[in-house]
């Protein structure tokens, strides 16, 4: 099992930035992706994959609406991954969860196996 905990949200202005972080613990040696997830804003959508990263191999993927505004990181070492959020615009503002992925490099939820309790953040001026 891999236990995983968000950290970093909060409210911002738009065009801010904010940080958010993702502490994997447990059988971390298993894991083979991290991914940034949004929970959806109409009813009835899922998590939104926003960017993954492939911990073995560091290929990532970004969303289109968050290309070259948002990046992903990794620190093995620790056992994090980051998500560096600029620019931010009010619709942005979603919870925004953290999880891994035992065997794809998809950023597709269905593919993540353990997820985070997530972190709000909130962009309005």
């Known amino acids: 099992q891999v236990q995983v905990v968000e950290s970093g949200g909060g409210l911002v202005q738009p065009g801010g930035s904010l940080r958010l972080s993702c502490a994997t613990s447990g059988l971390t040696s298993e894991i083979y992706s991290i991914g940034w997830f949004r929970q959806g804003q109409a009813p009835g959508l899922g998590r939104e994959g926003v960017s993954c990263i492939s911990v073995r191999h560091g290929g990532t993927y970004y969303a289109d609406p968050v290309k070259d505004r948002f990046t992903i990181s990794r620190d093995n070492a620790k056992n994090m991954v980051y998500l560096q959020m600029n620019s931010l615009k009010p619709e942005n503002t979603t919870v925004y969860y953290c999880?891994?992925?035992?065997?794809?490099?998809?950023?597709?939820?269905?593919?993540?196996?353990?997820w985070g309790p997530g972190t709000q953040v909130t962009v309005s001026s």
């Open positions: 999880a891994t992925s035992y065997k794809s490099s998809s950023c597709l939820a269905a593919d993540y196996n353990y």
